[in-house]
């Protein structure tokens, strides 16, 4: 009998290295992460679904904007908005809307964060990155001009802050600050200009949301049904039962020593007090610097892009289906050859993160990043197979590097069990699996990430769809899938991996003992993707 252990070859080389920055957040988080786990698993983490949430949060934001909208009066701001607040539901509408903002905004810092504390922000990825951080400036944006559609005493004071940046470039023929302050009232082509702005800007925060998902392949929308659902019904209960704060109209007959500053939207003002440059320094520099992150806190390191053999190509296409980042295209054999495929794989560098999602995609092995494309894989597994051959271990357990497989340790595991590291289950592929129930051990169970957090995205829909469901490079049919057990995990939670070996032991008992050895060798065939079909997606 063995003891539960790591192998002495724990997998591929180890590329995904996060910056120490980025390491260090990711345990400032993981307390929090902890006890939304224990609340709700790992399917419905909040922390997991920031993005979705926020989308959520935006849909909201447009239904009730469209009731807001169509009974809002520019030539009388703060009256229309009284009148709102006095119709049956309007209050609720209202604050609903303005609670929805907020949800928003704090969904897309957290998503930031969480990206950071992730290592997702640098390489290909910093596209994404910069665009959000564009899209969380005109989300700002967005709320403030919002803010200001109601024109009450916190509209006047922000609007007054506003104009310290502005009066000072010498851009308008009228100061700002006497319009806001003057005797006479803001005129009516002011809010109408205002209410333009605020209507439009959701128009560019689509825009700037399809450019921040435009190299991510199948990206969700949506929380799951019941985290939808829970927000949705969050939302309107808290717009029930908390008020908004009550601000006077704006006038510049009074001062206003305190006023009630929204600080998710409004964390500018104060600097306000500092004059017009300590404003623009607040606001360049913090773009700067957000702007700057995937510069400065990469890692020193090249992405190990994938790269293809094309002579075992068999222009299959599903490599190019399941690339999370949509790294890959086909493209006509540069070379034909009537005895192989028309098509073949094309890799782009500049979008390739080096997940290696598709060397599990990859019957005959020929697409993968360097050592670890599905043929170097299986060499390092056989070559760490000797060491444990004479008393093959029960169990295999395949553990993703960025989930729970830091957590893994002999006393987190039943006994007998053994530890293969893969920078993503996505990667691993079918025939590792078939290698090790042929060496002798009885049940193999693959601990993926939890799916709305997988490091590389796709990975644990994948390795299921592969191994349970025949997606190609599938788990063929003479593997007793009763011997398998593939379960999402966070690194926080190396107790649902044992659980989920200790219930596959127990499978296995009542199973037959099947010679698992007669198996066959991998089949390294699939079947050759439709070139116009292909070509015409």
């Not at 306000?272 to 890692?299: E, N, Y």
């Not at 490091?455 to 349970?468: A, H, I, K, S, W």
Request: aromatic share 8%; with cysteine.
């Amino acid at each position: 009998m063995t003891n539960s252990r790591h192998s002495p070859h724990p997998g591929p080389p180890q590329w995904t290295r996060k910056p120490g920055l980025s390491e260090t957040v990711d345990r400032l988080l993981r307390p929090l992460d902890w006890l939304f786990n224990r609340l709700s698993g790992s399917a419905l983490n909040p922390l997991y679904q920031t993005g979705t949430v926020g989308v959520v949060a935006f849909v909201v934001l447009l239904v009730t904007g469209i009731y807001l909208f169509i009974f809002y009066e520019t030539d009388a701001p703060w009256a229309s908005v009284q009148v709102i607040s006095a119709a049956p539901f309007g209050a609720w509408i209202r604050r609903t809307h303005r609670y929805a903002a907020d949800v928003f905004v704090v969904a897309v810092v957290l998503h930031a964060i969480k990206m950071f504390a992730s290592g997702k922000f640098w390489g290909p990825r910093s596209w994404a990155w910069r665009t959000g951080v564009m899209l969380l400036g005109a989300l700002v944006l967005c709320g403030v001009s919002g803010f200001w559609l109601v024109w009450d005493a916190l509209a006047q004071h922000t609007a007054l802050a506003a104009a310290q940046m502005i009066d000072p470039l010498h851009v308008l023929p009228q100061s700002l600050a006497s319009f806001f302050a003057g005797l006479d009232p803001v005129p009516r082509s002011f809010f109408f200009a205002l209410l333009f702005v605020h209507v439009c800007l959701p128009l560019g925060l689509m825009l700037l949301l399809m450019m921040h998902l435009l190299r991510l392949s199948k990206p969700p929308l949506w929380p799951p049904r019941p985290l939808l659902l829970g927000a949705v019904i969050g939302l309107g209960i808290a717009a029930a039962v908390l008020p908004l704060p009550q601000v006077p109209e704006a006038s510049v007959l009074r001062i206003w020593s305190k006023l009630p500053l929204d600080w998710l939207y409004l964390f500018w003002v104060p600097a306000a007090h500092g004059g017009a440059g300590m404003l623009w320094l607040l606001s360049l520099g913090t773009t700067a610097l957000l702007l700057a992150v995937p510069k400065w806190f990469a890692p020193k390191q090249d992405i190990p892009v994938s790269t293809l053999d094309s002579n075992l190509c068999t222009g299959c296409a599903t490599c190019y289906e399941d690339c999370p980042y949509t790294a890959i295209t086909m493209i006509p054999r540069p070379n034909p050859d009537p005895r192989k495929s028309p098509l073949v794989s094309s890799i782009d560098p500049l979008k390739c993160v080096g997940c290696g999602v598709c060397a599990g995609s990859c019957a005959p092995m020929s697409v993968g990043p360097p050592a670890r494309r599905g043929r170097d894989q299986l060499a390092l597994l056989q070559e760490a197979w000797q060491t444990v051959a004479a008393t093959p271990p029960r169990i295999v357990v395949f553990a993703c590097r960025n989930g729970v497989e830091p957590a893994l340790s002999d006393d987190k595991l039943p006994p007998n069990t053994w530890i293969w590291s893969a920078d993503c289950t996505g990667s691993v592929h079918a025939a590792m699996v078939e290698f090790v129930l042929r060496q002798g051990a009885s049940g193999v169970c693959i601990a993926t990430c939890p799916s709305r957090d997988a490091g590389c995205r796709l990975g644990p829909n994948l390795v299921r769809d592969r191994m349970l469901h025949g997606r190609e490079a599938e788990l063929r049919p003479t593997v007793d899938v009763r011997r398998l057990s593939i379960v999402d995990a966070a690194r926080t939670e190396p107790d649902v991996v044992r659980a989920a070996i200790m219930e596959l032991e127990s499978v296995i008992d009542n199973l037959d003992n099947a010679d698992l050895r007669e198996l066959r060798e991998w089949d390294p065939t699939c079947e050759p993707a439709d070139p116009d079909e292909v070509l015409a997606r």
